[in-house]
T-cell receptor, first 112, second 116 residues
Framework: AQSVSQHNHHVILSEAASLELGCNYS??????LFWYVQYPGQHLQLLLK??????LVKGIKGFEAEFIKSKFSFNLRKPSVQWSDTAEYFC??????????FGGGTRLMVKP | NAGVTQTPKFRILKIGQSMTLQCTQD?????MYWYRQDPGMGLKLIYY???????DKGEVPNGYNVSRSTTEDFPLRLELAAPSQTSVYFC???????????????FGPGTRLLVL
């Protein structure tokens, strides 16, 4: 069975700091990888996804993620965070024949 | 399009009570899902449906039931509420699922349930 690990449960940053949220998955075959974001009081929405091609994926609001197959990782990055990035971030993996599997989430707080 | 809508937004239940969480999507998606979100645990799949009349268990189905009589609606029923079912419940939908895992799922706003 596939699983997803997000190492940081809580991250606190000041505005303009750089962000990297870790995500590792366990599945040896072809994977499709997602980052979803949940802003306070709102529903989950897609930030970005990878399913083929360039392993560096750019999403909305300046976020990007890099798929490193050899490390089974799909870390999320942003060069300079803003207060409005305060949210919970979920990594998820999906492969043919299985359902979407989510990591435990990382709560990001950005201090103004 | 309204996307995925859920009602109610918040509910308090007593142990042993029953209730139905409603979910509707207007995107003509085939797949619909129910997840529960517990702190630090991410989202766990309760049930899913690949089309009207077809449902299947997810990772944590015990204590829940679903039905899918139409493409648009996918209600989740709790028959005998227990404190362990205190959680936030999200409904989601996608056009396809297992066979096209690159498809994005679209989520509703969630229902916060407290069982006392």
């Amino acid at each position: 069975a596939q699983s997803v690990s997000q190492h940081n449960h809580h991250v606190i940053l000041s505005e303009a700091a750089s962000l990297e949220l870790g995500c590792n998955y366990s599945y040896g075959g072809t994977v499709n990888l997602f980052w979803y974001v949940q802003y306070p009081g709102q529903h989950l929405q897609l930030l970005l996804k990878y399913f083929s091609g360039d392993p560096l994926v750019k999403g909305i609001k300046g976020f990007e993620a890099e798929f490193i197959k050899s490390k089974f990782s799909f870390n999320l990055r942003k060069p300079s965070v803003q207060w409005s990035d305060t949210a919970e971030y979920f990594c998820a993996v999906h492969n043919a024949g299985n359902m979407l599997t989510f990591g435990g989430g990382t709560r990001l707080m950005v201090k103004p | 399009n309204a996307g995925v809508t859920q009602t109610p937004k918040f509910r308090i239940l007593k142990i042993g009570q029953s209730m139905t969480l409603q979910c509707t999507q207007d995107m003509n998606h085939n797949y619909m899902y129910w997840y529960r979100q517990d702190p630090g645990m991410g989202l766990k799949l309760i049930y899913y449906s690949v089309g009207a009349g077809i449902t299947d268990k997810g990772e944590v189905p015990n204590g829940y039931n679903v039905s899918r009589s139409t493409t648009e609606d996918f209600p989740l029923r709790l028959e005998l509420a227990a404190p362990s079912q205190t959680s936030v419940y999200f409904c989601a939908s996608s056009y396809s699922g297992i066979e096209k895992p690159q498809e994005t799922q679209y989520f509703g706003p969630g229902t916060r349930l407290l069982v006392l």
